[in-house]
């Protein structure tokens, strides 16, 4: 095999290829050589530019048996969105081939390379887009994964000769529990994909796991509950804590502690000035200003900067690496303007990260803050209702679509609806106005009709809320 297509030979089939992930998989082993081809239930711009790009060779829309390529040397990899009977996975079993969830090639991709691995419920695209922003700004060549567009036209996936990879690590269907990973990134931990997890101490002994696979460092937000995950050769005793409220003494990639386990790097954000500005505050003495918003993502920021720094990057040049990054894709994305209200996109659809979202919000001082909710999965409808609706009720207005099933079907989940999201709201509102819109055919006219100059809508969902803000933006 060539040492610049190290996977040539190889013929690859993914099916869910429009996915973020599988998408940035995808890129990933065509730049590494191979014959990739895939299927998705329906077209869109990841599938567009997967085959404007020549990434693909052959791209099916819809599945069915004959997208499979013939031979015997064809490996399949499926999303976790793929049930078991896909007529793709079932003609690959029929016939010998590897079968293989998506976790399986991602862990082959950090083989590769020195992995920065980025996990946590909150924050794991923006953290590693920011991060990818950092390690660019010092002069670092590096790979990406990341589950969004890192933004600025960078896309979602980058493959290069570099050493250091940075993935976003997924919890949602444990894949992060492949990965070769040498630098581990943990932002936060909340339950938020029951269908896998029974319960958070299920969810914590995964993320325990997950940063047990650290073999050089640890960075993670300064709290008790995380602290705790920690494994015991990163901590022990008084001596694990003196290492990791000192690890930043100089430690970089590579160095362990004194019982040879990996140095651990707490962040928190302190003393920040948030505003329409961005965010601005202090790190290891040097001033950092952000143009994104809210205190969240200075969190964010402070998770990427800490990698980096164990990376071996330049701490000046990253901070200006970073002061460059506008957000990642869907991430409290300007979309546009209508009717003088500025329309924002955010894929914001857990209680914490709908607060978040619109508390960053709030710091562009908007006239009202109007906040369109699409929920995501039944099974998350159903256990986060009554969070969602206190959430939401920090907008002015509040409008709820109905639940996005992507994977999972309603005839499964009985009675539950976006409407319980509304009523939720509504109890927790005030008094002030709160919508039921199921469709976006329902939702376009009511929202025009409302909004007004100075007003700020933000519409919020992991599904495909984002159509309805441009299409808000497009009147």
């Given at each position: 095999?060539?040492?610049?297509?190290?996977?040539?030979?190889?013929?690859?089939h993914?099916?869910?290829?429009?996915g973020?992930?599988?998408?940035?998989?995808?890129?990933?082993?065509?730049?590494?050589?191979?014959?990739?081809?895939?299927?998705?239930?329906?077209a869109?711009?990841?599938?567009?530019?997967?085959?404007?790009?020549?990434?693909?060779?052959?791209?099916?829309?819809?599945?069915?048996?004959?997208?499979?390529?013939?031979?015997d040397?064809?490996?399949?990899?499926?999303?976790?969105a793929?049930?078991?009977?896909?007529?793709?996975?079932?003609?690959?079993?029929?016939?010998?081939?590897?079968?293989s969830?998506?976790?399986?090639?991602?862990?082959?991709l950090?083989?590769?390379?020195r992995?920065?691995?980025?996990?946590?419920?909150?924050?794991?695209?923006?953290t590693?887009?920011?991060?990818?922003?950092?390690?660019?700004?010092?002069?670092?060549?590096?790979?990406?994964?990341?589950?969004?567009?890192?933004?600025?036209?960078?896309?979602?996936?980058?493959?290069?000769?570099?050493?250091?990879?940075?993935?976003?690590?997924?919890?949602?269907?444990?894949?992060?529990?492949?990965l070769?990973?040498?630098?581990?990134?943990?932002?936060?931990?909340?339950?938020?994909?029951?269908?896998?997890?029974?319960?958070?101490i299920?969810?914590?002994?995964?993320?325990?796991?997950f940063?047990?696979?650290?073999?050089?460092?640890?960075?993670?937000?300064?709290?008790?509950e995380?602290?705790?995950?920690?494994?015991?050769?990163?901590?022990?005793?008084?001596?694990?804590?003196?290492?990791?409220?000192?690890?930043?003494?100089?430690?970089?990639?590579?160095?362990?502690g004194?019982?040879?386990?990996?140095?651990?790097?707490?962040?928190?954000?302190?003393?920040?000035?948030?505003?329409?500005?961005?965010?601005?505050?202090?790190?290891?003495?040097?001033?950092?200003?952000?143009?994104?918003?809210?205190?969240?993502n200075?969190?964010?920021?402070?998770?990427?900067?800490?990698?980096?720094?164990?990376?071996?990057?330049?701490?000046?040049?990253?901070?200006?690496?970073?002061?460059?990054?506008?957000?990642?894709?869907?991430?409290?994305?300007?979309?546009?303007?209508?009717?003088?209200?500025?329309?924002?996109?955010?894929?914001?659809?857990?209680?914490?990260e709908?607060?978040?979202?619109?508390?960053?919000?709030?710091?562009?001082?908007?006239?009202?803050?109007v906040?369109?909710?699409?929920?995501?999965?039944y099974s998350?409808?159903?256990?986060?209702?009554?969070?969602?609706?206190?959430?939401?009720?920090l907008?002015?207005?509040?409008?709820?679509?109905e639940?996005?099933?992507?994977?999972?079907?309603?005839?499964?989940?009985?009675?539950?609806?976006?409407?319980?999201?509304?009523?939720?709201?509504?109890?927790?509102?005030?008094?002030?106005?709160?919508?039921?819109?199921?469709?976006?055919?329902?939702?376009?006219?009511?929202?025009?009709?409302?909004?007004?100059?100075?007003?700020?809508?933000?519409?919020?969902?992991?599904?495909?809320?984002?159509?309805?803000?441009?299409?808000?933006?497009?009147?």
């Amino acid at each position: 095999m060539s040492s610049a297509a190290p996977w040539r030979g190889r013929r690859i089939h993914l099916v869910g290829v429009g996915g973020a992930g599988m998408s940035a998989y995808a890129r990933a082993a065509a730049a590494l050589g191979a014959d990739v081809s895939g299927s998705d239930a329906a077209a869109g711009p990841s599938t567009e530019s997967l085959i404007a790009d020549g990434v693909l060779r052959d791209l099916h829309v819809g599945h069915a048996r004959e997208n499979v390529p013939p031979g015997d040397d064809v490996e399949l990899f499926y999303s976790s969105a793929v049930p078991e009977d896909n007529p793709e996975r079932l003609a690959a079993r029929e016939r010998g081939l590897r079968e293989s969830p998506r976790a399986e090639l991602l862990g082959e991709l950090s083989a590769l390379r020195r992995t920065i691995a980025v996990a946590g419920t909150h924050g794991k695209t923006t953290t590693a887009s920011m991060l990818v922003y950092a390690l660019r700004g010092a002069g670092v060549e590096l790979s990406w994964l990341i589950g969004g567009s890192a933004g600025a036209g960078l896309g979602n996936a980058h493959w290069s000769d570099g050493e250091w990879l940075v993935v976003e690590a997924d919890e949602s269907d444990r894949s992060m529990l492949s990965l070769e990973v040498e630098i581990a990134v943990l932002t936060n931990v909340e339950l938020d994909h029951h269908a896998t997890f029974a319960s958070l101490i299920e969810l914590r002994e995964a993320f325990r796991e997950f940063l047990a696979r650290a073999s050089a460092g640890i960075v993670i937000w300064r709290r008790a509950e995380l602290l705790e995950l920690v494994p015991p050769a990163a901590r022990t005793g008084e001596q694990g804590r003196a290492r990791a409220a000192t690890a930043d003494s100089g430690a970089r990639a590579g160095a362990r502690g004194e019982d040879g386990g990996p140095v651990v790097v707490p962040f928190e954000a302190d003393e920040l000035d948030l505003g329409a500005h961005g965010v601005r505050m202090r790190w290891r003495g040097h001033e950092v200003a952000l143009r994104v918003y809210g205190a969240h993502n200075a969190l964010n920021a402070l998770a990427a900067l800490e990698a980096a720094r164990l990376a071996g990057a330049d701490e000046g040049r990253a901070i200006a690496g970073l002061a460059s990054f506008e957000g990642a894709g869907r991430r409290f994305e300007l979309l546009g303007t209508a009717h003088g209200a500025r329309i924002y996109d955010d894929y914001a659809h857990h209680p914490s990260e709908v607060v978040a979202t619109l508390r960053a919000a709030r710091t562009l001082a908007p006239g009202r803050l109007v906040a369109v909710f699409q929920p995501h999965l039944y099974s998350r409808t159903a256990a986060l209702a009554g969070e969602l609706g206190r959430a939401l009720a920090l907008a002015d207005v509040i409008a709820v679509l109905e639940v996005y099933a992507a994977r999972e079907r309603a005839e499964d989940h009985p009675g539950v609806s976006g409407l319980r999201v509304a009523e939720a709201a509504a109890d927790a509102a005030g008094g002030r106005t709160v919508y039921w819109l199921p469709t976006f055919a329902d939702a376009e006219p009511v929202l025009r009709a409302q909004l007004r100059a100075g007003d700020l809508c933000v519409v919020m969902g992991a599904g495909d809320i984002d159509a309805l803000g441009r299409a808000l933006v497009r009147a």
